[in-house]
């Protein structure tokens, strides 16, 4: 049953020093969260206020990873107690941040102790320095898997398992390509991540998010522009070198970094020219050795893949009757036109969850990248009053529905319903807008109300 707790936030990590190993718990924040039991039957806990809103933490007493945030429930009588028998969690929290060491150790299952080694906090702060160089200038660029995870949820919306997987693979190679295990358990390690779904499920801007999150290069190509040596076309090489840029040519950097080839699909689409398709067989031939770790020349450079990570994306349209791609086997893939060797080199495969109307709602709601919340800043802007009907949102999902490309239609049906009412309001000539469903009297799908002195318009005064 889901608790409200007050309790103080960590982030555990591992430092060796003089040849001894501590676990450490660096102080966080004082925080509000909702305590629950995941399925997996671990005590975790939601933040709900303070500068790390929405991540999730392990209770202190669970085996964390290190990295992952970690919540030690605070006694709230005693909290009150002092601060002078006064319910002010403001106050609280200040009293509490103010009592509370940066660094912790553990001393038993479920307590931590106040670290008072000043050579070895020493050693923690030049060790934080080291890796978090960026820290103050970007601060929204981060690897913290539970960080990243929480504000990738906020725009791909009903996919939290995906995500969670997507991020778990991605996290997984990062730690075995930088570990010091010998090349052959690496490789065996790694895994190259294929994910599947219909159009706008999110596939594409999942990666697009990590990639603006992620502290490593990672960059994303596009499949129907590769070509068989011999062909026109972009060459696997010229991926490699976009990485290549992407890591500022620092190639061992590159070497370890994330390469996603969108519209993976589109290598196996068949066509009445037999030269395209050969080359597009051709093009899955030399996908495998970038998969199976070779050398690839270019320029005055030698790349080596056996560390990197290779992520395909595909709808693969009519793949299956339906929208539910859960059960697709590797022969559906073959039948499809993907080489066997090819797909079976994919050792983590992740379909999407097909999307019903009420998840398209949930999206215009919630997401950050809803066109109602990016058409509300525009409105603030002009300060134009903007509402909606809840018919309304109906209305727009029907019609992204009827488009078949989920998400992705929404901008388009939006900016449809809209257009014709935005030349008036950039005109200065309506202070106020309503999204309604058009009905037999009022055939637009939005009510515009005029202002009682005429604006100058978006351009100004002449």
């Known amino acids: 049953m889901p608790n409200l707790k007050v309790g103080y936030l960590f982030k555990k990590k591992y430092i060796t020093y003089q040849k001894k190993k501590y676990e450490v718990f660096e102080f966080v924040d004082y925080a509000t969260g909702i305590s629950f039991t995941n399925t997996q039957h671990n005590d975790i806990c939601n933040i709900l206020s303070g500068n ?50 940066k660094y912790y150790l553990r001393n038993n299952g479920d307590g931590l102790t106040r670290l008072l080694n000043e050579d070895l906090i020493s050693y923690i702060e030049k060790d934080n320095k080291r890796q978090s160089d960026f820290d103050e200038d970007e601060f929204e660029k981060t690897s913290d898997i539970s960080s990243m995870y929480s504000s990738i949820k906020k725009t791909i919306i009903s996919q939290d398992e995906q995500i969670m997987q997507i991020l778990t693979a991605l996290f997984k190679n990062q730690k075995v390509v930088n570990s ?49 040596t011999g062909y026109v076309g972009r060459k696997i090489t010229d991926m490699l070198e976009d990485l290549c840029l992407a890591a500022d040519n620092d190639i061992e950097l590159a070497e370890k970094g994330i390469l996603v080839i969108d519209e993976f699909d589109k290598l196996a689409e068949k066509s009445g020219d037999n030269q395209s398709h050969v080359s597009r067989l051709g093009v899955q031939r030399s996908l495998l050795k970038l998969l199976d770790g070779t050398l690839f020349y270019f320029e005055d450079k030698k790349f080596d893949t056996s560390k990197l990570t290779v992520v395909g994306l595909g709808a693969f349209t009519g793949i299956t009757e339906g929208d539910d791609y859960k059960q697709l086997t590797i022969d559906d893939f073959m039948k499809y036109g993907i080489m066997r060797e090819l797909i079976g080199r994919f050792s983590k495969t992740i379909a999407m969850n097909p999307l019903s109307k009420e998840d398209i709602i949930k999206i215009l709601k919630e997401s950050d990248f809803s066109p109602l919340n990016t058409y509300k800043k525009l409105f603030d802007m002009l300060e134009v009053n903007f509402d909606f009907s809840d018919e309304f949102i109906e209305y727009i999902a029907e019609l992204a529905i009827a488009k078949q490309s989920g998400a992705r239609s929404l901008k388009t049906v939006f900016d449809d319903c809209i257009s014709s009412a935005l030349f008036r309001i ?9 999204l309604v469903k058009p009905d037999d009297e009022n055939n637009k799908p939005y009510v515009l109300t005029k202002t009682k002195e005429k604006k100058h318009g978006l351009f100004g005064k002449k």
Do not use: C, H, W
């Not at 429930?73 to 002010?88: E, G, L, P, R, T």
């Not at 950039?426 to 309503?434: D, K, L, P, R, V």
């Open 180 to 228: 010091d295990l010998d090349m052959d358990l690496i490789a065996k390690l790694k895994e190259n991540i294929l994910i599947y779904g219909s159009t706008g499920t999110g596939k594409t801007e999942i990666l697009k998010r990590i990639s603006k999150l992620y502290n490593i290069p990672i960059v994303i190509e596009d499949a129907t522009a590769l070509s068989e």
């Open 426 to 434: 950039f005109a200065g000539e309506y202070s106020s807008i309503s």
């Open 52 to 101: 790390n809103a929405g991540v999730y933490a392990s209770i202190i007493n669970e085996n964390a990873n290190e990295g992952e945030y970690v919540f030690l429930i605070d006694n709230i009588d005693a909290a009150i107690k002092a601060n002078d028998n006064s319910v002010d969690f403001a106050a609280i929290r200040k009293k509490r941040i103010q009592s509370t060491a």
